[in-house]
């Protein structure tokens, strides 16, 4: 199981045992983060090494939290997605470098493959085989892949509204749909209640430690493929946080590794007008993020009113010197038509969102032009197609 030495939280840094499923902590309820055994690692796990690997976020096998073997076994051919020059793009936005990290490319079309591979391979190594999820769709759909793919079985609790080719998508690959009245925080409570009267695994944001470990495998992608020049400026459109968190994780553990130094970009939370709790709480100065009531927005990854890692969200946003926009529905829309008919790249509307959002930015001056950015569009735009 990579090299992980244990499980610490957040929020009071107690440990835990690295094996240990639920990742909230029983002292604060913070979420619990996978440590590895990095000084052990420094000599071993260098540049050439992993790339000489073959391709897919296995290959990282030593700085996650599950057998690579098994890994490789479940793969759908996650990860290594292209990073990709938009010079056009740029220069529409008044800007010299900007790349698009495409996880439209991954299994089930989304990133949350990265999240429920590794989440998925942790659990059946310890003999689960029944899983469950509060979802918008999108890891809805990956845990239903997964799940197929290491013959087990996956319970998804959506709401009601969720977007109906996700839901044919979920039940292709044999996923058990529960529809909620209300939003994905109802959800998570209804599968919360399932998971203990059922006794199936919790995959919940944050609930576990996979998801945020396989997220991660982004920032490694990005730092390996940027070299030591990391971006100045990262636009991340945010939901739960698991991407972001994951992201700046990585940037830490290279740096112990001695990949790179201790400049880090400076990240950027893009978040829809109709939720934008995150936003809202960089705005004012708190510490923690406050429900967003009747959230509402087209882009379903972005319909997250309370995100249970928050504080840690809000934290790693501030450290990194970075910031929140917020763009509407008819942005993202404009967005992906622009970025589709400037590059070729169909972005799903979260992904779409980062290029509104990147746009908003320049023209504030706060990216200036000859500052080298990145855009993460998270999913393929063609589930909203269908
Ligand atoms: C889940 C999701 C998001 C939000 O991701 P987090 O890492 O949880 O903030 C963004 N975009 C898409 C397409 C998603 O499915
Ligand atoms: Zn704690």
Same mark, same amino acid.
């Given at each position: 199981? *990579? ?27 913070? $979420? ?9 690692? =420094? ?27 098994? *890994? ?12 990709? $020059?938009? $010079? ?11 790349? +698009?990290? #495409? ?28 899983? !469950?999820? &509060?979802?918008?769709?999108?890891? *809805? ?19 009601? #509204?969720? &977007?109906? &080719?996700?839901?044919?998508? +979920? ?59 990391? $971006? #100045? ?13 994951? +992201? ?58 309370? &995100? ?20 509407? #529905? ?7 038509? =622009? ?27 706060? +990216? =200036?032009?000859?500052?080298? !950015? ?13």
């Amino acid at each position: 199981m *990579g090299a992980v030495r244990g499980l610490e939280c957040s929020g009071c840094r107690e440990t835990f045992e690295g094996s240990r499923l639920s990742a909230v902590c029983p002292e604060c309820q913070s $979420p619990l983060l996978a440590q590895y055994d990095l000084e052990a690692l =420094r000599t071993r796990l260098t540049a050439d090494v992993v790339g000489r690997r073959p391709s897919g976020l296995w290959r990282w096998g030593e700085l996650l939290p599950a057998s690579e073997t098994l *890994g490789w076994t479940l793969s759908l051919g996650e990860g290594d997605t292209p990073l990709l $020059p938009v $010079p056009r793009l740029a220069a529409d936005l008044g800007l010299k470098s900007v790349w +698009i990290k #495409d996880e439209g490319v991954n299994p089930t079309g989304t990133f949350k493959a990265r999240g429920l591979a590794v989440a998925v391979a942790r659990a059946s190594e310890q003999g689960i085989s029944d899983f !469950v999820l &509060p979802t918008a769709g999108n890891a *809805g759909a990956a845990l239903a892949a997964y799940a197929a793919r290491g013959g087990a079985r996956a319970h998804l609790f959506l709401p009601a #509204d969720a &977007p109906p &080719p996700i839901l044919r998508e +979920i039940e292709a690959a044999g996923g058990q749909i529960h529809k909620v009245n209300g939003l994905i925080d109802q959800a998570g409570r209804e599968a919360a209640a399932a998971a203990r009267e059922q006794g199936w695994l919790d995959l919940s944001t944050f609930r576990e430690v996979g998801r945020v470990e396989g997220k991660k495998t982004m920032g490694l992608e990005l730092a390996e493929s940027l070299g030591p020049e990391l $971006p #100045d400026v990262i636009l991340y459109p945010t939901g739960g946080g698991t991407g972001l968190i994951g +992201i700046a994780k990585a940037f830490d553990e290279l740096q112990t590794l001695g990949w790179i130094d201790e400049r880090r970009p400076r990240l950027v939370a893009v978040q829809a007008e109709g939720c934008a709790p995150v936003v809202r709480a960089l705005d004012r100065g708190d510490p923690a993020v406050e429900r967003w009531e009747d959230a509402h927005t087209a882009a379903a990854g972005l319909r997250v009113p309370a &995100p249970f890692a928050g504080r840690l969200i809000v934290d790693t946003l501030r450290r990194s010197g970075g910031t929140g926009v917020v763009v509407t #529905d008819e942005e993202m829309r404009q967005a992906r038509r =622009r970025l589709a008919r400037l590059e070729g790249v169909l972005a799903c509307l979260e992904g779409a969102a980062t290029v509104a959002g990147a746009a908003v930015l320049a023209r504030q001056g706060w +990216i =200036r032009p000859e500052e080298r !950015v990145v855009l993460f569009n998270t999913g393929t735009g063609l589930k909203d197609l269908l």
